[in-house]
Every structure is written in C-alpha cells, then in structure tokens.
C-alpha cells in the first residue's frame, strides 16, 4: 500500500492531496516508468532529438501538415535510414504518390522497399494492416494522400493495436492530424520558407518547422526547424 | 531384395472417406449414381452389416438401411488417393511402385510396393518399418495393412491375406516364403472366373493343390493364365528392381453433387483439399510451391488459376487465405461444381539468419502479404519500386519485391536531406498565364495565385523515334503565393500546362 504524497505548498497540489485521502489508498498519484521504446532514427539531428531517438516501434505516429510542408520529405529520410541499414519497409501508398526517383534521391535502397500502389486510400488502410501482419518491416509508412478519407477511430485503435503487436513504426502522412488518441506521437509541419538562389535560379533549399504537438508520454508542444536540399534541376 | 506391400482393400470407399472423414463409422455405400437405381459397387462395414450388400440398387438399400448415406463413386477422389498411397511409401523408401490395378474379386484394392532392403538399421526391424509404413498411410486417410517378403508378388499376396484387418503387418523371413504360402487359397492369386471355376472343378482349393499338378499337363490344357499362377503359387514371379519415381506434380480434386456458388462455402471445401495436400506433401518431406486451381463451372465453364507464394510453406492458414483473396479478388464466373488443386512440392525453405543484417519477414509471410496486397489492388501494383531507364522525370517501374542484401551499406552514412516530389499520377491540369513566355498566374488544384518563386526552364525531349512515346516539355519549379510548390511543366506536343508534382 502507497501511502498519499505529502501535501506541497501549492493550493492545487494540497487538493490533489485532499482528493487521494478522500478516495482511498489504493489510488496515487503518478503512473508506470515510461516504456523505454526502439526508435528507428530519420538522420535528421535535430528531429531525431526531438523525438527522443527517432520514431517509436511498435507505436502509430502521425505526421500532418499541409501541401508542401515537407512531410514527404521527413518520411523518406526515415525510409533512408532503415534501408540503409539493411533493414525493410513497406510503404502502402493511398495517394499514388511515392516518387522513386526522390526517394532514390534521399538514399532510399528501393530494393528493400515494398510499394503497394493502393487505388484509393481505404486499399491502402486494409493493405497497412496486412503489412504489419506480416511482421518484420521496420518502417510501414501509410499516405493517405489529399484529402484524406474519414476513418472510424476503431480502424485507428485496430492499426495501433497491430503496431503494438510487432517493432514495426507504423507512420501515417495526412494532410491534417486523424488517428488522435491512437497515436504515439503526432508531429504538425508548417513551412518556412522556400530559397530560389543563383542565376539561373534553383530551388536551393527549403525550411519547414516541426511541431511535436502530441506525445503520449511526457511533454508535448515543442518544435525544431529543419532545412531540407533541393533536389538536383530535372 | 526384401520388398514391402502397403495394401488398401476397398480403395474407393477409403478415397472417399478420406474426402469426408466425418462420414467414418456411418453406413455408407458407394454408388454408379445418386438416383434410387444406381448400382451400389462399394459397401462400408456398417452398411454391409445391416444386410446392404453390392450390385443391388440405392432404392432397395435403403429401405434395409434408413440412416444409409449414398455417394456417387468419383474417379477423381480415387485417383488421388491411389497418389496418396504412393506417397505415403516415397515418405519411407525412395523406390516405390503402384502396383497393377487387379481384377476381378480384387478390382477395388490398392497396392503400393516399395524396396524394403537394408531398413533394418533405421526402423530397428522389418516389423518396424511395417509399422511405420502403415502408420503413414493411415496418417493420409488410408487405413491400410503391409506386408514384406522376398519378392512382389508374395509380399503383394501376404497383405492380400491380411486385408479387413487395417494397421495389421506381416513380415515373413527369407526362407519361408514356400511353406507359408502353400495353405492359401487358390482365390488369393485372383485367377479369372472361368480359370476358377475349372481349377474348383479339378479339387485345386489351395496353393499346395495347384503345385502338386505337373506344370507342363496344366499349361497344355489351361493355358498361359495357370502358369502365371502357378509362378506366383512358387514366388517365381520375376522380381526388376524397383524405380524411382519421376518427380510429379501433386493433385488434389474433388467432384461436388451440388454446385456451390458462395465463396464462404467454396473456401471450405478447398480447405479440405488443401489439408489433404499438405498431408502428402508433408509425408514426403516437402512444401507447398505454387498452386495451380482449377474449376470447373457449372454451364461447362472452367476458370484456371495461378497462386504464386513467396517461398514454400505447409501451413494450412496461409493457403487458405491465400486461396480465398484470390476468389475475392477474381470470383467465378458460374457456381462450381468440380474443384482441383495442383502443386509441384519443392524443399522447405528454412529462414537463414544474417548476423549482420536485420531480419525481415519470414518468407511464408511475406508470400502471404503480397498475395493479400495484390489481391487488393492487382499483382501490377506491388513490388519493390525502380527508376526507370527513361528521361521523363515522371517515369518509373515496378520489379518484383525480392529483397536482398545489395545496396545496403554495412553503415549508415550521414546524407544531406532533400526536398521529395509528391507524383501525381496523374498529371493535374494547371491555367497558366504567362509573361515572356515564364508562368505568372497558376490555377489548378493543388497549386494556385501568383507565382511569387520560379526557377527553370528545364527542356526535356525523348521518344522522338516513336508517335506514342514522344514527348517535349519545358519543366518549372514554382511557388505560388497559397504557398504550394510544384513541378510545372509545359506539354509542346499537346500544347498544355500540368503539374506532375508537388514538392513535399
């Protein structure tokens, strides 16, 4: 048996004390240590750190944001990352949108990758589950494309609950954040600025900042900014 | 040579109880039909002991016998359990033979003969490798009894003697062969009607009779028949080696009495077909390769199949589901009324692990999920995806997902993080004007205002050597003023603007 925490100074912290005597000494105050999670990084420094390591396995984690954010961006420096280290992983694209030729781009090994070309973002919802079925992708990357469908809360807690069954990083691209609870983490893209430099000018360089604004276990509400290269003139 | 006979006396009737083993301890017949004057040609010992016996009809049977369930005797279900007995042997020796199909009283058994020389070391004795045998064979739905003696044709009428007692096993040593054969009847050789008529006629009841008359006098009088006999009566039958059968594809079918139209149901029914050949794959120490499904429609129709798997598997759960995506994804056309299932077996492939590499999925799942993922949206829109060798920056390609370790490196390398193109697929037409010749008002759907960024042209031309591939197209960079930054591009071919991506 836990006794209750001794009343600090504060008035809300003396009622919060009041409150637990009053319900009796099997409530306390606080709750399990945080589970210490495998993260696959994304090599971005800055976001890797913001997320504590990289994004967690075996958990759902939304990034949203409008069009040209740079939420395609973050997810293949995640896929680069794992494919480069040798690692597989599967990316159910409702939206037809996965470009072989940026992920190439961004290091991707397209040899580990398996594309599902899903007709409608509903195929990609029913495919994303199958993909975490079989266990053993580090990364499912589920784009929902623009704008997304509206999904049940239930297939949300189904496709978490099936994450949570395996190390997989379950990562769903939206244009605006949909999974709620479910998630582990949910990250809010806003861009910066876009620089065309030089002469002729160049998309040189593009900054986007990235909001953590959800995390299921501690403080949320924290944001870096990141600068993402242009790619190479078609 | 020691040979070993693995006997099943009343094959149709165990075909078909191994299709539908719940019908086991029931009284069953086998008819020419289902209508109330088929001819019943196989009787099960229930219904034998309630008085049913052959060549009467279905309508008289049942009134002997109201609980009497009738099926229509099926070639097909025969034929594959007569492989399955082949396979229950190639599970304990690699030579092994049908034996002839015989007539007469004897038309309805099956016999398998397999080299059962020198298996003493592995199975402690004959006995035990006769128990063995039999405990296989009946592992397939195929209670048979087995026999091993010095050549074909003894141990073939060895297992003759012990039929109706199933599991049973007899092993007679070398040596004894003459002296155990000499009490047997006459009728264990199986002579023709008439060749048994004359010899009951002449006081020939056993095997001893027939070798005391003089050979030559008999095959003057009788003719050819009762020489073979009485070479099998002294185990002079010519004993060849015995083959190695030729690697075959395995088959499995059933004919239905009813057509089945709902896929629920036909998933069942292939579920039962599918454990039936796992069983025999598994006896043979093999895994399931892809399968070939056939149906047979109801019209006259057929509708024929592949599946493919990733790597070979003996697991029940996967094919099924595998074989239902693909009914859900392509249904056919009519209700079935005849279903088969082929595969060739192939080595089970065991997962090796690298200590290097982190492992992916299992080959038995992965198979799974990219026949489940095709099955959702067409096998032509999943794989591993490729650049194509193309100048269109559009172009891209679709290889099969085989995932190897070429390309990874043994470290993960720091990488500058560029900025991704979102396709789309396809192109969106964009309202473009124009000042000079360089977009300055954009509108479309996924970009449009005034274009406060640009960069390009970029020209690119290819495809001129064929109308259909040509193509030639200015490229922009753009950002407009609602933010959005896009691939723009110009068509000189068909005189157009369209935005092929989004940078994202």
């Not at chain 2, 006629?201 to 009485?230: C, E, H, K, N, Q």
């Not at chain 2, 960069?455 to 109308?467: E, F, I, L, M």
């Amino acid at each position: 048996m836990v006794p209750p925490p001794s009343a600090p100074g504060s008035p809300a912290d003396r009622r919060v004390a009041e409150l637990l005597r009053e319900l009796g000494p099997q409530l306390r105050l606080g709750g399990l240590p945080a589970e210490a999670l495998a993260r696959c990084p994304t090599g971005i420094p800055e976001l890797d750190r913001l997320l504590g390591g990289g994004f967690p396995r075996g958990r759902l984690t939304e990034i949203a944001g409008p069009g040209s954010c740079g939420r395609t961006s973050l997810a293949l420096a995640l896929l680069s990352q794992a494919t480069r280290a040798g690692e597989v992983v599967a990316v159910a694209d409702g939206a037809d949108a996965f470009d072989p030729a940026s992920a190439q781009a961004a290091g991707v090994v397209l040899e580990r990758v398996l594309w599902m070309r899903a007709r409608q973002p509903r195929e990609a919802l029913r495919g994303a589950e199958r993909l975490l079925e079989a266990r053993g992708f580090a990364v499912v990357l589920l784009d929902l494309g623009a704008p997304g469908p509206r999904v049940a809360a239930a297939s949300w807690l189904r496709l978490a609950q099936a994450a949570a069954a395996t190390s997989t990083a379950l990562v769903v691209l939206s244009l605006a954040r949909a999974a709620g609870a479910a998630a582990e983490l949910a990250l809010e893209l806003a861009p910066l600025r876009a620089c065309f430099t030089g002469t002729p000018a160049l998309l040189e360089a593009f900054d986007t900042e990235i909001a953590l604004v959800r995390r299921r276990a501690g403080p949320a509400a924290r944001a870096v900014s990141v600068r993402l290269r242009g790619q190479p003139a078609a | 040579m020691r040979v070993a006979c693995c006997l099943v006396p009343d094959l149709p009737l165990a075909a078909q109880l191994r299709a539908e083993p719940e019908l086991a301890g029931l009284p069953l017949v086998l008819a020419s039909g289902t209508g109330p004057r088929a001819e019943i040609i196989g009787v099960s010992p229930e219904a034998a002991r309630r008085g049913v016996r052959r060549r009467g009809s279905v309508a008289h049977a049942r009134t002997l016998c109201s609980e009497l369930r009738v099926r229509a005797l099926s070639p097909a279900l025969e034929q594959t359990a007569r492989d399955a007995l082949l396979d229950a042997a190639l599970g304990c020796a690699p030579r092994a033979m049908l034996a002839p199909r015989a007539s007469g009283a004897y038309a309805a058994e099956a016999a398998v003969l397999l080299d059962a020389s020198g298996v003493t070391p592995l199975f402690r004795s004959e006995a035990g490798f006769a128990a063995a045998l039999a405990a296989r064979a009946g592992a397939l739905g195929l209670p048979g009894c087995v026999a091993i003696a010095s050549s074909r044709c003894v141990a073939h009428l060895a297992a003759r003697r012990l039929a109706g007692a199933a599991g049973e096993v007899c092993v007679l040593p070398p040596g004894s062969e003459s002296a155990w054969l000499a009490p047997l009847p006459i009728d264990l050789l199986g002579p023709d009607d008439a060749l048994a008529e004359t010899l009951s006629g002449l006081g020939v009841r056993t095997l001893r009779d027939l070798l005391r008359l003089p050979r030559r006098a008999l095959g003057a009088r009788l003719g050819p028949p009762v020489l073979r006999l009485v070479a099998l009566a002294r185990g002079e039958e010519p004993d060849l080696p015995l083959p190695v059968p030729e690697p075959s594809s395995l088959f499995e079918a059933i004919d239905l009495e009813f057509a089945v139209e709902r896929l629920e149901a036909l998933g069942f029914l292939l579920q039962g077909l599918l454990s039936r050949l796992l069983a025999r794959l598994e006896a043979r120490r093999l895994a399931c390769g892809e399968l070939g499904l056939v149906l047979s429609l109801e019209g006259g129709g057929r509708d024929a199949r592949r599946i493919g798997l990733a790597a070979p598997t003996l697991d029940l759960r996967v094919l099924v589901r595998l074989v239902c995506a693909s009914l859900e994804a392509r249904p056919p056309s009519a209700a079935v009324v005849a279903a088969a299932l082929e595969t060739e077996g192939r080595p089970l492939a065991l997962d090796q692990l690298d200590l290097f590499r982190p492992a992916g999925p299992a080959p038995a799942a992965l198979g799974r999920t990219l026949a489940e993922l095709a099955a959702l949206s067409g096998r032509e829109r999943v794989g591993a995806p490729e650049v194509a060798d193309d100048h269109r920056p559009d172009a891209f390609g679709l290889t099969p997902f085989l995932p190897s370790n070429r390309g990874c490196a043994s470290r993960v390398e720091d990488q500058a993080h560029v900025l991704a193109v979102r396709a789309l697929r396809p192109p969106v037409a964009a309202e473009v004007r124009t000042q000079h010749g360089r977009p300055e008002w954009i509108r479309s759907a996924v970009a449009s205002g005034r274009v406060v960024q640009i960069a390009g042209p970029w020209r690119t031309t290819g495809g001129w050597w064929s109308r259909e591939q040509r193509f030639a197209y200015d490229y922009f960079d753009v950002q407009t003023s609602d933010g959005s930054l896009a691939r723009l591009r110009f068509d000189h071919l068909e005189r157009r603007w369209q935005i092929d991506g989004v940078y994202d």
